[in-house]
Nanobody
Framework: QVQLVESGGAQVQAGGSLTLSCTGT????????LSWYRQSPGKERELVAF???????TYSDSVKGRFTMSREIGENIVYLQMTNLKPEDTAVYFC???????????WGQGTQVTVAS
């Protein structure tokens, strides 16, 4: 069974930076669609960044220009670099893997990011 483990969450001051990691029990290849989501209390889980199997990465408007998602083909880790953090970025951040060919639809357990004003 494929497992994803997020790490790197912490409490930081507004304007600070953090880098989250998502480590898988398999290596990630070109067919893998990888995403970062976040969920705040009382809110629905929202897509933050999406790295598609076609090689493109897209971001939600709320994080564009501040967050960068990176991955290396053949490696089992994907990152989310977060800069200029705002209190509204406070959430549990989740990693998601979707591979249609292998029928994989996997979530990590999440890592807490708290941004203090």
């Amino acid at each position: 069974q494929v497992q994803l483990v997020e790490s790197g969450g912490a409490q930081v001051q507004a304007g600070g930076s953090l880098t989250l990691s998502c480590t898988g029990t398999i290596n990630f290849y070109r067919d893998d669609n990888l995403s970062w989501y976040r969920q705040s209390p009382g809110k629905e889980r929202e897509l933050v960044a999406f790295s598609s199997s076609s090689g493109t990465t897209t971001y939600s408007d709320s994080v564009k220009g501040r967050f960068t998602m990176s991955r290396e083909i053949g490696e089992n880790i994907v990152y989310l670099q977060m800069t200029n953090l705002k209190p509204e970025d406070t959430a549990v951040y989740f990693c998601h893997l979707r591979n249609f060919l292998l029928n994989l639809n996997e979530w990590g357990q999440g890592t807490q990011v708290t941004v203090a004003s």
